[in-house]
């Protein structure tokens, strides 16, 4: 069973060394955040083309490295309109190259209130953006990958379910972080949490993310590596294998030191839940 990374993890590097890095660890596959892991390659608004995009998707497949998904996080519901407007043609940039790179996916997470007294108005510019965006996506034919985090307009599989709902394009699909779902509350009693997840989004899963939590001492949650924390991964492994075997799952929260530690976590237990 297969796992990707973030390609970032692994430095941030001329593409091609990159790409080498990146097979050399057994990587068959990353979600590429352009802005994060090249040195030589110049990823503002208005840069992309499908030439720069198929000389790097190019490079890694000439590695054996497929670029499953391209992470484009930006607030889409931004209240300041230049920052706004900035991202969302950023977005719709990475849909219209993201072929080129051989990815289907662009994913985010949508961003966070920052003046909860006009909450409504970051729903609407968040409506608006979405709006661009799946026309956008249908008519290049990529999926968006939308991320539940703490903290932001879409923080629980709930809100994202709904947020599916107003915009049920096929084109509209699901990153599934079960560590990204979790507060405190939630965390105590997270087999509940991951399997209500799953039977509300189970279908729009497109990509998953991995890592793990543990809790401190005053309850916090901090983040580690898949394998390493309290996240039940038996169930979580069992739930993504039922609902997308052979779905891309690409792993967080790694530096060197624990990189092959949590990749074989992550191959072993998906195999064993494929065998159940």
């Not at 973030?6 to 990353?30: D, M, Q, W």
């Not at 955040?33 to 790097?56: H, I, T």
């Not at 940039?93 to 996916?105: D, K, M, S, T, Y």
Request: aromatic share 6%; with cysteine; net charge negative.
């Amino acid at each position: 069973m297969s796992v990707g990374i973030l390609a970032h993890l692994l430095g941030t590097l001329p593409y091609k060394e990159l790409a080498a890095k990146i097979a050399a660890n057994g990587f068959p596959y990353v979600q590429l955040a352009l802005a994060k892991a090249f040195s030589d390659v110049d990823s503002r608004l208005g840069k992309l083309s499908p030439g720069l995009a198929q000389e790097v998707g190019g490079a890694f497949a000439e590695k054996g490295v497929r670029i499953a998904v391209l992470g484009c996080y930006a607030s889409l519901v931004d209240l300041d309109d230049e920052v706004y407007r900035h991202n969302v043609d950023r977005f719709k940039e990475h849909l219209r190259n993201a072929r080129h790179f051989g990815a289907p996916i662009v994913a985010t997470e949508v961003g966070g209130v920052t003046d909860p007294e006009r909450r409504g108005e970051h729903m609407d510019r968040l409506n608006r953006a979405l709006e661009e965006l799946v026309e956008e996506a249908e008519r290049w034919g990529v999926t968006i990958g939308l991320e539940a985090a703490q903290g932001h307009m879409i923080d629980t599989a709930e809100t994202l379910a709904e947020t599916i709902e107003r915009f049920p394009s096929s084109c509209v699909g699901v990153v599934m972080d079960p560590c990204n779902l979790m507060n405190p509350a939630r965390f105590e009693n997270q087999d509940h949490t991951v399997r209500e997840a799953f039977r509300l989004l189970g279908p729009r899963i497109v990509s998953a993310h991995v890592k793990d939590l543990n809790r401190a001492a005053d309850g916090a949650l901090i983040e580690t590596a898949a394998g390493l924390g309290e996240l039940n991964y038996p169930l979580f492994f069992e739930l993504l294998e039922q609902h997308k075997p052979y779905g891309f799952a690409t792993m967080e929260a790694v530096n060197e030191s624990n990189i092959a530690e949590a990749a074989r976590f992550v191959r072993e237990g998906r195999l064993a839940a494929r065998q159940r």
